[in-house]
C-alpha cells in the first residue's frame, strides 16, 4: 500500500535520493511527463498573468507581503509565544516539534489516544515533507488523503511532483486508468464505464471520499497561515475536502510551519489577494475556512496545533537565505520555471519541487547529501520565478548564495547548532579551473597568450569534445575560435597603449 | 525551539521592536469607486463567473422565489440554521430539519438542501462569507448538502473588497469564504465544477424596494 | 564624453566581430570609444557557480580598468547586469565578513556607468533609429538577463524597428529561457539541451533567417543547437545588425573596420 519509510528527517519518503542532474536526465526523456507537463504549466501561466493583471496595485501589494513576512521572520520568537497565547486561549492545545520524528511521534500518540485506526486528510505541505502517513502507518493507521490529485497520487503509489497539482503529471486517461485500477482496494469502486472527463473523474472522487468524510474521527490538516494576535488558523481550497475534514470530525490536528505566521488579522488582507491569483489564478479560491481554537458545538471538540521546526530555524539563520521563509506555497514558480517543466517534480526529490524546492530543500536539510548539493545548480537563473513570486523572493539570489554554500563551504547552522562545513566533494576539478580562470583573467598578457594559442591552433579543434565538454558538444555545435582576438584586433588597428 | 529561533536571529538588534520593521500599506483598499448598484451588479456578475446561479429580487418576492428554486430542484427536505427568518421558508412544501448539534454528517447526507444568510458578501472576487452566525448555522449544514441556497441583503452585506470585508468579520467566529461551488483544477490544471461541497450554489440578492 | 567598451571575455575571444560592430556603430554615431586592455571578464561564470572570493579581483579590475571613464558600454546584457546586480552583493558580503569597503567603494564606480548597448543607445544618446540597414529576416530572442535583471524592456525592439529592409518576425514563447544558463548548460547537460531544443524549435517555425539576441553566450547555446540539427536560421548580435549599412553590410562593415586603423 505505501512505500517503506526510510525514516530520515525531513525527507520525502521513497523520493529520489539521486543528484538532480541524473534524475532530470532520465525525466526529460519521457514524452508523455514532458507532454503532460507543457500542456498544464502553460495553461496556468496565461491565466495567471490575467488574474494578477486585474489588480494595478499588485506591485504595493506583493511589496506588503514581503515586509509583513519580514517583519514576522525577524520577530518570529515574539510572534510564536504570541501565538501558542492566542490558541490556548481559544481553547487549543499547542505542541512544539523540532524535527520530522517528533512532529510524527507527536501525531500519531495524538491519534492514538483518541482509539481510532483511520484519519482523513487535507492536502498538506508539512506533512508530506515530514513523511506523516509512513509514520501513522507504521503505527497501524491509515491516513486517507482527500484533495483530488493527492488521491490520484496515493492511489497510484506514486509521489507528488509539484505543490498545488501534486498529480500534474499525470493526465486524465492515466488518472481514470488509476482510478478504475486501484479505488476498489481502498473503498468504493470506480464507477462503471468511468471515462476520462475531468467532470466524471473528478464525480468518481466525490462518491468514492464521500463515505470517509461521514465516518471520519480524525482530521489531519496543515494551514496555510496562522493569526498570532487571533490564534487563528486559515485553510485555502476549493474541493471542499479541506473544509470536510475541518469541521466533521472531532479531532483536529494541524501540523504548521514555524513560518506560517502572519501578525494580525489585518495582514490577512495582503495574503488572501496575493495567493489565490497567484496560486490557482482565481480572484478567489472557492473554499477559505478560519477557525480560532474550537467553536461550541461546531467542528472539533480537539484541536492540536504543532509547530514544526525541521530546519526552518536553520533556515532562519542564514541572513539571505532566510527569505525563503517568505514562501506561501502558490507554486507560480513551478508553472513558469523552464527547468521545471522539462524535468518534472520528482527529480527534486522532496515535497518541494521547482525553484522554491531547489533553496527550500538545501536549507531545510543541509547541503551535505549529494542530492542537496545538487539542487541550487538545478536552474539556469532566468528569473521568472522571482518575477512572479508573491512575496519577491529572489530565488536566484539565494540559489547562487547556496552554491557559494557548496563550493566554498563555510559557516552554518545546523539542527540548532552553529558548524562550519567543508566544500562539497566532487567540485575539486571545477575549483581547479576556476581558480586557473581568474588567474589567467587577472592577467591579461595570459589571457592574450592563451586566445592566441587557440586561434593559431584553430583548424585542429574537434567538433567533439572528451570528458565533461562532451556534454555541450552531445547537443550543441561548438563555436568557431576566431583568427584573431578582439584585443589583438584593436591593438594591431588602433594602436596599443595602457596595457598594465 | 524558540532557544532557537533567538540564536537564528542574532543579527537582529535586541531592542528592534516588531513595529520598527517598516509595512507599508500603499496597496488599494477597494479597486474602484462603485455606486451601490455598480457593486452589486459586480458581485452577480463574479458569482456568475465562478458558477453560481445568481437570482436577483425584492424582499416581498423572496419566499416564492425560494420555494420556487427548491421545487425545481425537487429538494423534498432543507436544513434550517435556529435564527433563520421564518418567512423566508413560508412558502416552501419541503420537509424541515432544524440544524442542532445532535445531527450526524450522515443525516445531513440524507437532506436535499441548505438556506442561509450570509455575513458579508465581496463584489470584487465574488465571495460570501458566512460567520456560523443565527441564519447561517454550523459550518457542516453548508457543506454536507448538495445544493446551497444563500441570500444576501444588499444593503447590509455587499463590500467591495477583500479588506473592507476582512473589517466586518469577526475571526473569533469560524468563517467560510465561498466563491462559487467547490470546483478542482488537479487534472490537467484546469477548473472544473463541483467536487465535495454542495456542487450547486444559488445566491439570491436581495434589493430593498427604494434601491431598485 | 569618456565611452569605453567592456568587450566581455567571451566577445574577445569568440566573438571579436560584435565587439568590432559596436565600435563602427558607436563612431558612426559620432561616439569615440575606447578599449581599455586591462578589462578581462565581468568574473559572471565565477560568481554564478558559486566561486564569489574567485570572482573579487576581477571586481576590483573591472573598477580600476574603466575608472577614468564616464561610460562604460557592453554588448552584453548578462555581464551588465552581473555588475549592476551583484557586484554591490559582493562588496556587501565583504563587508559583512569584515574585509573593509574596497569593494563596495568599487561597485560603486562601476554599476552607475555600465550600460548595456541598447541602453545606452536610447538612454543616454536619445537615438532609435542608428541608420541601419538590413534587408533580412530576423526573430528576437529577449535573454534572461536583459529582460528580467535589467529591464531592457522594448529597447531592443524598437531599435530593430527602425533597421531599414528588416524584417521581423515574432518569435512565440519569446520569454522563455534558451536553457544556456552559463555552467548550467554542461551541469545539467540534459534539460539545458531540452530547454534549447524547444527554443531551437520556435525560432525554426519562424522561418527567419537571422535570430538576434544582445547576448553571445546565450546565441553559442542557441546556434549551436541550430547548427546540430542543421537549421538554417543563424544567430546574429544586434550590435552587428545595428552596425550594417547600405554601404556596408555585415561582412564589409568588419573589413571597413579592420582596415581603418588610427
Known amino acids: 500500500m505505501s512505500r517503506t519509510y526510510l525514516g530520515m528527517p525531513g525527507s520525502h519518503p521513497a523520493a529520489s535520493r539521486a543528484p538532480f542532474p541524473e534524475a532530470a536526465a532520465a525525466s526529460t526523456q519521457d514524452a508523455q511527463l514532458r507532454g503532460n507537463l507543457r500542456h498544464a504549466t502553460h495553461t496556468i501561466r496565461a491565466k495567471r498573468a490575467k488574474a494578477v493583471a486585474e489588480l494595478d496595485d499588485w506591485g504595493a501589494l506583493r511589496a506588503a507581503g514581503a515586509a509583513i513576512k519580514d517583519r514576522t521572520l525577524r520577530h518570529l520568537d515574539h510572534y510564536l509565544e504570541r501565538l501558542e497565547e492566542s490558541v490556548t486561549r481559544a481553547g487549543g492545545t499547542v505542541h512544539w516539534a523540532v524535527d520530522a520524528a517528533e512532529a510524527n511521534r507527536i501525531v500519531t500518540r495524538l491519534v492514538q489516544d483518541t482509539g481510532e485506526r483511520e484519519v482523513v486528510k487535507v492536502k498538506s505541505m508539512a506533512t508530506q515533507e515530514i513523511g506523516l502517513n509512513e509514520a501513522l502507518a507504521e503505527a497501524g493507521i491509515s491516513a486517507y488523503e482527500t484533495d483530488l490529485a493527492e488521491l490520484i497520487v496515493q492511489l497510484g503509489d506514486d509521489l507528488p511532483s509539484h505543490i498545488l497539482v501534486p498529480a500534474i503529471h499525470r493526465n486524465r486517461g492515466e488518472i481514470r486508468d488509476i482510478f478504475r485500477e486501484r479505488m476498489a482496494a481502498w473503498g468504493r469502486p470506480a464507477p462503471d464505464g468511468l471515462g476520462d472527463e475531468p467532470r466524471e473523474l473528478a464525480e468518481a472522487a466525490r462518491l468514492h471520499l464521500r463515505e470517509k468524510f461521514l465516518s471520519a474521527k480524525v482530521g489531519i490538516s496543515g494551514a496555510n497561515f496562522m493569526v498570532a494576535d487571533t490564534g487563528t488558523l486559515v485553510v485555502v481550497e476549493s474541493e471542499g475536502n479541506g473544509r470536510m475534514c475541518l469541521t466533521l470530525p472531532e479531532t483536529l490536528i494541524s501540523v504548521v510551519g514555524i513560518e506560517k505566521i502572519v501578525p494580525t488579522w489585518q495582514d490577512l488582507e495582503v495574503f488572501l489577494q496575493l495567493l489565490p491569483r497567484s496560486s490557482t489564478a482565481e480572484r478567489m479560491n472557492p473554499y477559505t475556512s478560519t477557525w480560532t481554537g474550537t467553536a461550541d458545538g461546531d467542528g472539533p471538540r480537539d484541536f492540536h496545533l504543532v509547530l514544526l521546526d525541521n530546519g526552518r530555524t536553520d533556515t532562519l539563520a542564514d541572513r539571505v537565505g532566510r527569505q525563503a521563509l517568505r514562501c506561501i506555497r502558490c507554486s507560480a514558480c513551478l508553472n513558469v520555471c523552464p527547468v521545471y517543466e522539462r524535468a518534472g517534480g520528482h527529480a527534486y526529490g522532496s515535497a518541494y519541487p521547482g525553484p522554491i524546492g531547489a533553496i527550500l530543500t538545501p536549507q531545510l536539510r543541509g547541503v551535505g547529501g549529494s542530492l542537496e548539493a545538487s539542487l541550487p545548480y538545478a536552474s539556469s537563473l532566468c528569473g521568472a520565478c522571482y518575477e512572479v513570486c508573491p512575496v519577491a523572493i529572489d530565488i536566484p539570489e539565494v540559489l547562487i548564495h547556496l552554491r557559494e554554500r557548496v563550493v566554498e563551504g563555510g559557516e552554518v547552522t545546523l539542527r540548532g547548532s552553529k558548524a562550519v562545513i567543508k566544500p562539497a566533494k566532487g567540485h575539486a576539478a571545477e575549483r581547479a579551473a576556476m581558480r586557473a580562470a581568474r588567474w589567467a583573467l587577472d592577467h591579461p598578457g595570459a589571457l592574450r597568450g592563451g586566445q592566441r594559442l587557440a586561434a593559431r591552433t584553430r583548424r585542429f579543434h574537434p567538433k567533439r569534445l572528451p570528458g565533461p565538454g562532451r556534454a555541450w558538444t552531445d547537443t550543441r555545435e561548438l563555436p568557431e575560435v576566431p583568427a584573431e582576438s578582439f584585443r589583438d584586433w584593436w591593438a594591431r588597428t588602433r594602436g596599443e597603449r595602457g596595457e598594465k | ?212 | 564624453m569618456r565611452v569605453a567598451l567592456f568587450v566581455t571575455c567571451v566577445n574577445d575571444t569568440l566573438y571579436p566581430h560584435t565587439g568590432q560592430a559596436v565600435v563602427a556603430l558607436l563612431e558612426r554615431l559620432g561616439v569615440e570609444v575606447d578599449f581599455p586592455p586591462a578589462q578581462t571578464c565581468c568574473g559572471q561564470p565565477q560568481f554564478n557557480t558559486g566561486y564569489r572570493h574567485e570572482t573579487e579581483p576581477l571586481v576590483r579590475r573591472y573598477a580600476a580598468a574603466f575608472r577614468e571613464y564616464d561610460y562604460v558600454v557592453t554588448p552584453s546584457g548578462s555581464c551588465a547586469a552581473m555588475v549592476r546586480d551583484n557586484y554591490p552583493r559582493i562588496g556587501a558580503k565583504a563587508s559583512a565578513e569584515g574585509r573593509g569597503e574596497e569593494l563596495t567603494e568599487a561597485a560603486a564606480s562601476a554599476v552607475p556607468k555600465t550600460y548595456e548597448l541598447t541602453e545606452f543607445l536610447l538612454d543616454v544618446l536619445g537615438v532609435t533609429d542608428v541608420g541601419a540597414y538590413y534587408p533580412h529576416t530576423v526573430t528576437y530572442h529577449p535573454t534572461c538577463h536583459g529582460l528580467r535583471m535589467l529591464g531592457l524592456g522594448d529597447r531592443p525592439r524598437r531599435l530593430l524597428e527602425h533597421v531599414r529592409g528588416i524584417e521581423l518576425r515574432e518569435l512565440a514563447g519569446a520569454d522563455e529561457c534558451c536553457g544556456f544558463g552559463g555552467t548550467f548548460a554542461v551541469k545539467n547537460a540534459a534539460v539545458s539541451a531540452a530547454m534549447g531544443a524547444d527554443k531551437a524549435r520556435a525560432i525554426a517555425d519562424t522561418g527567419a533567417e537571422t535570430i538576434c539576441a544582445v547576448d553571445n553566450s546565450c546565441l553559442m547555446h542557441i546556434g549551436g543547437t541550430l547548427a546540430r540539427q542543421g537549421a538554417a536560421a543563424r544567430p546574429v548580435h544586434i550590435a552587428e545588425i545595428l552596425a550594417a549599412t547600405e554601404d556596408a553590410p555585415p561582412s564589409a562593415a568588419r573589413a571597413a573596420v579592420e582596415g581603418s586603423p588610427r
Open chain 2, 1 to 212: 525551539m524558540l532557544g532557537r529561533v533567538r540564536r537564528a536571529l542574532a543579527d537582529v538588534p535586541r531592542d528592534e521592536r516588531p513595529q520598527d520593521q517598516p509595512v507599508a500599506r500603499d496597496y488599494r483598499r477597494t479597486h474602484g469607486d462603485r455606486t451601490h448598484a455598480e457593486r452589486v451588479g459586480l458581485l452577480a456578475e463574479n458569482l456568475a463567473d465562478y458558477r453560481a446561479d445568481v437570482h436577483r429580487c425584492g424582499p416581498a418576492e423572496l419566499p416564492a422565489l425560494i420555494a420556487r428554486l427548491l421545487a425545481e430542484r425537487g429538494a423534498r427536505s432543507v436544513v434550517v440554521p435556529a435564527g433563520l427568518p421564518p418567512e423566508w421558508l413560508a412558502e416552501a412544501d419541503v420537509e424541515r430539519l432544524p440544524d442542532a448539534a445532535e445531527n450526524t454528517a450522515r443525516d445531513l447526507d440524507a437532506v436535499d438542501s441548505v438556506v442561509t444568510g450570509c455575513a458579508v458578501a465581496i463584489a470584487e472576487t465574488g465571495t460570501i462569507v458566512l460567520d456560523a452566525g443565527p441564519d447561517q448555522g454550523r459550518r457542516r449544514i453548508t457543506l454536507v448538502p448538495d445544493h446551497h441556497i444563500c441570500v444576501v441583503r444588499a444593503r447590509d452585506h455587499v463590500v467591495d473588497s477583500v479588506v473592507q470585508g476582512l473589517e466586518r468579520l469577526d475571526p473569533a467566529h469560524p468563517l467560510t469564504w465561498i466563491s462559487g461551488p467547490s470546483a478542482t483544477s488537479d487534472i490537467e490544471l484546469d477548473r472544473v465544477e463541483g467536487v465535495h461541497g454542495p456542487r450547486t450554489l444559488e445566491v439570491i440578492i436581495v434589493e430593498d424596494a427604494a434601491e431598485g
